[in-house]
């Protein structure tokens, strides 16, 4: 019936914004609270912050790793089963092959594997006097893109430092992605500067969705993430927003409104693919 279509046109998401500790079973444990808590308000999309099971850190990954399947990877599978929802489970240190990856697992409502994307760009950064970061010590970048379909919308999955590369964005637009998810942990310096600014950026160039999830801020971590897990609309406006702490916030993705923003200002129509393109 034109009721069920339209009820499909818009969908909740839920954004956990965990404060993760160095115990992972209670991160564990907390991440599953936390999604169950989110599906019981109605979420059909749920994500979890990057590295959501281990403290963020070059010194955490190797002591943290896990093969996929895996301990968190099997506790994800059984959340998205058990709530019948689809499950972007953040990322977690893998290992793999001697190999170190920050991936990202996305469960379906049958506590299916969908999709394992690898953070593709890896964060090696020096702010002088604020902060030096180079994941490359320890980290092996992925290779490949990650979107997976629901009955509401196909989604694209990045990881942090993959925001800042707008080609990623567009080619998951290009191949249909209406909603791009980006576990994330800036920090207080990239935070304040750039965190919102690029979720903005990416969804009024594209016309998408874009939801990002950070871990809670935790003032005695070696890295302190800056939080604000947040959906932008593709008009651009922050429609949710956590703070600092430990939440849960939730969006309703209206597939409708974002048919409309592209139709006022078609700009997918209007680009000059005879002068310029970005393909794969």
């Given amino acids: ?18 404060l993760v500790t160095k115990a992972k079973a209670d991160n564990l444990q907390r ?16 994500v979890l912050p990057e590295c959501f099971n281990s403290p963020y850190g070059t010194g955490f990954f190797a002591e943290y790793a896990e093969k996929i399947p895996g301990e968190s990877t099997h506790v994800l599978s059984e959340a998205a089963k058990e709530c019948g929802i689809y499950l972007v489970g953040g990322s977690i240190p893998e290992e793999d092959g001697g190999k170190l990856f920050n991936t990202c697992s996305v469960f379906g409502p049958d ?13 090696d950064i020096d702010v002088p006097g604020k902060i030096r970061f180079q994941e490359s010590e320890t980290l ?9 379909e629901t009955p509401y919308c196909k989604i694209g999955v990045g990881i942090c430092y993959d925001i800042r590369f707008s080609e990623l964005a ?5 191949k249909g992605c209406q909603l791009l998810v980006y576990p ?21 160039d594209n016309q998408v969705y874009v939801a990002t999830a950070s871990p809670a801020r935790d003032q005695s971590a070696s890295y302190v993430a800056w939080g604000h897990s947040s959906v932008v609309n593709p ?11 430990e939440a849960v916030v939730y969006a309703d993705i209206d597939l409708q409104y974002l048919a409309d923003v592209r139709q006022q200002i078609p700009i997918t129509m209007q680009r000059r693919d005879d002068i310029y393109n970005v393909s794969l």
């Fill in 235 to 245: 008009w651009g406006e922050v429609i949710t927003k956590a703070g600092s702490e």
């Fill in 111 to 123: 506590g299916k594997l969908l999709v394992k994307h690898r953070k593709i760009h890896l964060f």
């Fill in 170 to 174: 567009q080619i998951y637009a290009k």
């Fill in 184 to 204: 994330g942990a800036f920090n207080m310096t990239t935070g304040p500067a750039h965190w919102e600014l690029l979720q903005r950026a990416r969804a009024v």
């Fill in 1 to 18: 019936s034109p009721d069920c279509c339209f009820i499909r046109r818009k969908f909740r998401l839920g954004v956990v914004q965990l």
């Fill in 31 to 46: 991440a599953c609270s936390l999604v169950k808590e989110a599906a019981g308000q109605g979420a059909k999309v749920v």
């Fill in 140 to 148: 092996s970048p992925g290779s490949s893109l990650s979107m997976f």
